[in-house]
């Protein structure tokens, strides 16, 4: 049998999520990355607590959720939260949730002055923020001004993060990826990047996660 290339065994790993998500009922393969980072650094545990109300930016079709539904599902009935709310944000419609009345869905761009004023801001305050956002690319130099502006956006809106919250935020590595580390340093206790193994090695795709919001 002939050698298999790199990219075909590249491909067959990054596949083997795919499956497993279809396996385990997921909407994506995404949600393997965000169990990864949780493994990691604990992002649902804010002051020793599961957080109460959490903002998904690039949400659809909706993995990041249903990983979040299940780590909240799995807290016992009587100890759930009468208040939790998730709130999930993007361009592209997300199918329902079912039994998750604290599931709130929104179709709208991060950039508009309708997802601030009307989704964002009359929430005050989220433990998490989460942002798996990709733009549309092009393949040109447009591609970078979109996703640096994007990471700047989900920066902004930690105006609306709490003390001792917790941010994911995925990017693309470039050396903004260090301007970013250096920008956010002094507003997080712990800042750290981490490439997921679900995540495509081929991709340039990264994850900031801070801890501990200051
Ligand atoms: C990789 S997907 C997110 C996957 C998601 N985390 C999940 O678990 O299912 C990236 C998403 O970002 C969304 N997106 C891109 N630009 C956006 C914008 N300006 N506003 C809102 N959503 C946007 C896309 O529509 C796409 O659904």
Redesign the pocket.
Known sequence: MAKKGKTWIKTQLSDSWYKKAKREGY??R??YK?IQIDLKYKIFKVKGKFPKKIL????????????ILRKYLEIPAPKRYRNFKIIG????TIRPFENAQFIETHR????SEK?EKEIIQPEKLFDVI?S?????TSGDFRDVANQEA?VEKVFEFTKYLKKHGNIVV?MFQSEFTNEIMKKWKMHFRILKRMKPPASRESSRELYIIGLNFI
Do not use: H, N, Q
Not at 56 to 67: H, S
Not at 108 to 111: A, E, G, H
Not at 132 to 136: F, G, I, M, R, V
């Open positions: 909407r994506s995404a949600a965000l998904d930016l690039g949400a659809a079709p909706g993995a990041w959720i249903e990983v944000i993007d361009l592209t709208t761009d991060i950039f997802c989460l798996d956002l990709a733009p549309k994007m995925k």
